[in-house]
């Protein structure tokens, strides 16, 4: 049987199998995650020996590009399975926002993202969120990350912190390892009423009703707060889906810009609000405490430049 695409996987991927769960659980905590600590002294990576070879990794690649590819501004392929030309960075400081982990390198994005991200932040406060902190976006010219992240490579997704902007300006080591909070109960049952709040479900809920906003994926004891509250108007309700990990972020996804054909959207969110038995499915042992493998799942090889679209790779060499 020949593999489906990843679009296609990612389509079908509703109720997977519980040796697949286990996997995604483990994928899902592993790599470069919203409260991993940044550095002070970020080094350069040493230049690959091979860089023509085929079969080098994608993300060796793209994750040596410190700058966006001087191209008019595109997004190219599917979220897990692009690239972006003509990327900008969001500014670091803004009056409503700030931008963490400065060592990654991951502030920058289709300049459709950053004007979005610069509206809502201003809107924030209109519904009791001081401002954003805002985490990993993608990288200068998108792409597969060396760590972390198997989306984020068009330019269209962005993490933000479920900690609330301070009254003041952090500093560059507060920016690196200050954690982000995590508002998820420790039997990830549900939220913890100690540390989830109204603004907390006002904030996400601002952002699912902006047009733009294709998905927001957050852990499912989020969602399961946010179907409790969200009384009689509940239509944003479907963009909110549940993700594993996502308890100390939420991930904003924008739909693909009007005109850039070669932007892959993913497929429109179900229908119903999603507070229903598929939510429920979340907190069954089959997710929660999954069976341990009876051997290592074998590591999937790294995407090659082979398997991104074409076009990537002139976003790659533009100078």
Request: net charge positive; aromatic share 6%.
């Amino acid at each position: 049987m020949r593999p489906l695409p990843i679009r296609a996987t990612m389509r079908r991927l509703t109720k997977p199998a519980p040796i697949l769960v286990a996997a995604l659980c483990v994928f899902s905590h592993s790599g470069t995650l919203a409260q991993d600590r940044g550095t002070l002294s970020p080094k350069p990576l040493p230049p690959l020996a091979r860089p023509d070879d085929p079969s080098t990794p994608a993300k060796e690649l793209f994750g040596r590009k410190a700058d966006a590819a001087p191209l008019a501004a595109r997004a190219i392929g599917f979220y897990s399975r692009g690239c972006v030309a003509g990327a900008t960075a969001l500014p670091i400081d803004g009056e409503t926002w700030q931008v963490m982990r400065l060592s990654r390198n991951r502030n920058w994005g289709h300049p459709a993202l950053v004007s979005f991200l610069e509206r809502f932040a201003k809107k924030a406060p209109e519904v009791g969120w001081n401002g954003l902190l805002v985490g990993d976006m993608a990288q200068p010219r998108g792409g597969p990350m060396l760590t972390g992240h198997a989306s984020h490579q068009i330019g269209l997704d962005a993490d933000i912190w479920l900690t609330p902007m301070p009254d003041r300006t952090l500093s560059r080591r507060e920016r690196e390892e200050m954690s982000a909070t995590n508002v998820v109960a420790e039997n990830r049952l549900d939220v913890d009423p100690a540390v989830w709040t109204q603004a907390h479900f006002a904030i996400i809920r601002a952002a699912a009703r902006e047009r733009d906003v294709q998905r927001i994926f957050v852990n499912a004891a989020i969602k399961k707060a946010m179907c409790r509250s969200a009384g009689g108007d509940r239509a944003w309700l479907s963009k909110v889906r549940p993700m594993w990990g996502h308890n100390y972020h939420f991930h904003i996804r924008l739909a693909c810009p009007r005109g850039e054909d070669g932007c892959s959207d993913q497929d429109p969110v179900p229908a119903g609000d999603g507070c229903d038995a598929s939510l429920d499915w979340w907190f069954s042992d089959a997710v929660l405490n999954p069976p341990k493998p009876t051997k290592p799942a074998k590591p999937k090889p790294p995407m090659t430049m082979a398997q991104l679209p074409p076009e990537c790779r002139q976003v790659l060499v533009a100078k």
